[in-house]
């Protein structure tokens, strides 16, 4: 089992930036994970965000936020980040951390194949 927290979440100006911090606790090596960020809006299906190894190689992002949007991990202290700077009202959604149990340097932007979620944490961004 792997538990997943997110934090960082709040409510800035376009143009602005937030870190999202996600935590991972559990009986599994949280460097056995492939670990990504969703965001979801009422209505709509959740999205892929960003996407990491486990290993940092190889970050992956969607083009709504290429450029913008930075991932990265720190597997000793078992954490995965989200720097989102020039945020956009289009960006407000509640953003999810996810794992997927991956050793290779693979990163996926399927939500089916992620294993384990965390509760989310709301990002609003306003005009």
């Known amino acids: 089992q792997l538990q997943l927290v997110e934090s960082g979440g709040g409510l800035v100006q376009a143009g602005g930036s937030l870190k999202l911090s996600c935590a991972a606790s559990?009986?599994?090596?949280?460097?056995?994970?492939?670990m990504g960020w969703f965001r979801q809006t009422p209505g709509k299906e959740r999205e892929f965000v960003s996407a990491i190894s486990w290993s940092g190689a190889t970050p992956r992002y969607a083009d709504s936020v290429k450029g913008r949007f930075t991932i990265s991990r720190d597997n000793a202290k078992n954490m995965v980040y989200l720097q989102m700077n020039s945020l956009k009202p289009e960006d407000t959604a509640v953003y999810y951390c996810a794992a997927d149990y991956r050793l290779n340097q693979i990163v996926s932007t399927s939500q089916d194949e992620y294993e384990y979620w965390g509760r989310g944490t709301q990002v609003a961004v306003s005009s």
């Open positions: 559990g009986r599994r090596s949280f460097s056995s994970f492939a």
